[in-house]
T-cell receptor
Framework: AQKVTQAQTEISVVEKEDVTLDCVYE???????LFWYKQPPSGELVFLIR??????QNEISGRYSWNFQKSTSSFNFTITASQVVDSAVYFC????????????FGAGTRLFVKA | DSGVTQTPKHLITATGQRVTLRCSPR?????VYWYQQSLDQGLQFLIQ???????AKGNILERFSAQQFPDLHSELNLSSLELGDSALYFC?????????????FGDGTRLSIL
């Protein structure tokens, strides 16, 4: 079975702090895809990044970086120098071959960034 | 703007009623996905259509049904509504037929059952 666990329900930080959002996934497939989405207070879901199971290269995009480690089945997301506009719910998601590539979302982590 | 359009934005109705939610995918996208987001269940995949055909099914109740039309827009029909169906319903689209690509989400339809 596929599963995505985001153990952190809520995180509160002060602006300019770095923050890491954890994501642990479960799948027996060797072919799978991982995603991060952001849901700001306005409600829409915005795609941030996709990583496939064959590419363990970490990625950095501006203040965002992602650390994919197959050995620990984790795909963690770090925001450097957080800003108030980063306040949102962040979802990690998994799409795996056995599941017919249906996307399974974690429960989400609500990030509060205080000025 | 994701390019995915959902209507209506809000819907208030009573138990036992039937409603239809509408979704127009992003231009060029052939797949449409429906999700339900509630406080207790999180974001749950309901169903996917690709170019008019059902491609994948998730935790969709028998009281719910969907279809995708030749112009690629999709409708999600919810019937015999119960209080527990109150949720935010999202539609998403992607170019291909499998959930390996990023999905672009609409703004959602907030359904409130009184």
């Amino acid at each position: 079975a596929q599963k995505v666990t985001q153990a952190q329900t809520e995180i509160s930080v002060v602006e300019k702090e770095d923050v890491t959002l954890d994501c642990v996934y479960e799948t027996r497939d060797t072919t799978y895809y991982l995603f991060w989405y952001k849901q700001p207070p306005s409600g829409e879901l915005v795609f941030l990044i996709r990583r496939n199971s064959f590419d363990e290269q970490n990625e950095i995009s501006g203040r965002y970086s992602w650390n994919f480690q197959k050995s620990t089945s984790s795909f963690n997301f770090t925001i450097t120098a957080s800003q108030v506009v980063d306040s949102a719910v962040y979802f990690c998601a998994l799409s795996a071959y056995t599941g017919g590539f249906k996307t399974i979302f974690g429960a989400g982590t609500r990030l509060f960034v205080k000025a | 703007d994701s390019g995915v359009t959902q209507t209506p934005k809000h819907l208030i109705t009573a138990t036992g009623q039937r409603v239809t939610l509408r979704c127009s995918p992003r231009s060029g996208d052939l797949s449409v996905y429906w999700y339900q987001q509630s406080l207790d269940q999180g974001l749950q995949f309901l169903i996917q259509y690709y170019n008019g055909e059902e491609r994948a099914k998730g935790n969709i109740l028998e009281r719910f049904s969907a279809q995708q039309f030749p112009d690629l827009h999709s409708e999600l029909n919810l019937s015999s509504l119960e209080l527990g169906d109150s949720a935010l319903y999202f539609c998403a689209s992607s170019p291909g037929d499998r959930g390996t690509q990023p999905q672009h989400f609409g703004d959602g339809t907030r359904l409130s059952i009184l």
